[in-house]
């Protein structure tokens, strides 16, 4: 997709791991100038080497689980680029525990306040902003375990399928003031986040290649195009909704 993102501002959290970083580069390829967010600053430091996009990328250290961090992400982004267009709301951290009834309530709150209330307070705090400038685009990460679950992955699945509740409830109360907010559902990329799942649980990526009917897992790339996509004045209609680029893995 060759759609153009020249004059837009873009933030991505989650900006210094596999699917931010790579999403970062393209929105910066396509013209944007992005805002690169992440707990980590190394991680994130190395995404803007990578990007290679000079004055036009930023890092800002920011915690998504965090209002004061995420506030101050926001006012900064509008301070140094003017407005707050696109919005990738994708920090996540991932879960491997035991059966439900052994995930102490610590294991489960954990996850979910990253992964849930994090995309949550996000949009508290993006949605003024693009209200305020007239619109914007919100794009969050779910994931298939947004709409499926597979076994140990409780707290994960139930964080997932609250970003999809999020995702809906946003659209419907914003759409019609200019604020597009949609989710997108990654099959199985390969990423540090995938890394880790194999090493403390060998075997785990094999098994999940045989979900994927295209035969392959994924890659940043096919889901920083899509995100780039809705980013995008041409997905203009696009709200509210679920995109699955997940080599089919909904399918079966
Ligand atoms: N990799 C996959 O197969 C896959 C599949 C479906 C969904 N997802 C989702 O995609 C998103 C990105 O995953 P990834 O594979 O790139 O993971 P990753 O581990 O490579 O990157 C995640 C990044 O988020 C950052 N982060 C963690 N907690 C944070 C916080 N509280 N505030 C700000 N940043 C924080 C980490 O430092 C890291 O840089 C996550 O939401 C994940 O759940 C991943």
Redesign the pocket.
Same mark, same amino acid.
Do not use: F, H, Q
């Given at each position: 997709m060759t759609e153009s993102l020249a004059g837009k501002v873009a933030i991505v &959290?989650?900006g210094?791991?596999?699917?931010?970083r790579e999403t970062a580069r393209v929105l910066a390829e396509k013209g944007a100038r992005v805002v690169v @967010?992440?707990?980590?600053e190394e991680?994130g430091r190395e995404t803007l080497e990578v990007m290679g996009a000079g004055d036009d990328a930023i890092f800002v250290r @920011?915690? /998504? @689980?965090d209002l004061d961090s995420m506030t101050a992400l926001v006012r900064t982004t509008v301070d140094r680029f003017g407005s707050l267009d696109i919005a990738h709301n994708?920090?996540?951290?991932?879960f491997s525990g035991p059966d439900l009834a052994d995930v102490t309530v610590e294991q489960f709150n954990k996850i979910i306040t /990253?992964?849930l209330t994090?995309v949550f307070i996000s949009m508290k705090v993006e949605i003024p902003q693009m209200l305020a400038q007239g619109g914007g685009s919100i794009i969050n &990460?779910a994931?298939?375990?947004g709409q499926a679950a597979i076994a140990h992955q409780s707290a994960y699945v139930t964080s997932?399928h609250g970003v999809i509740g999020l995702t809906r409830a946003a659209a419907v109360e914003y759409s019609d003031r200019g604020v597009r907010v949609n989710a997108i559902l990654?099959? /199985?990329?390969q &990423?540090?986040?995938?890394d880790a799942l194999e090493e403390t649980h060998p075997g785990f990526k094999d098994a999940l290649l045989a979900k994927h009917p295209i035969g392959r897992l994924g890659a940043p790339r096919d889901i920083a195009e899509a995100v780039a996509w809705l980013g995008s004045d041409a997905a203009s209609f696009a709200t509210g909704a679920l995109f699955n680029i997940d080599g089919g893995y909904l399918a079966i």
């Open positions: &959290t989650g210094g791991g596999g699917i931010g @967010a992440d707990l980590s991680a @920011a915690n /998504v @689980a994708n920090a996540g951290i991932e /990253v992964n994090g &990460t994931s298939s375990l997932k990654p099959g /199985v990329i &990423t540090p986040m995938i």
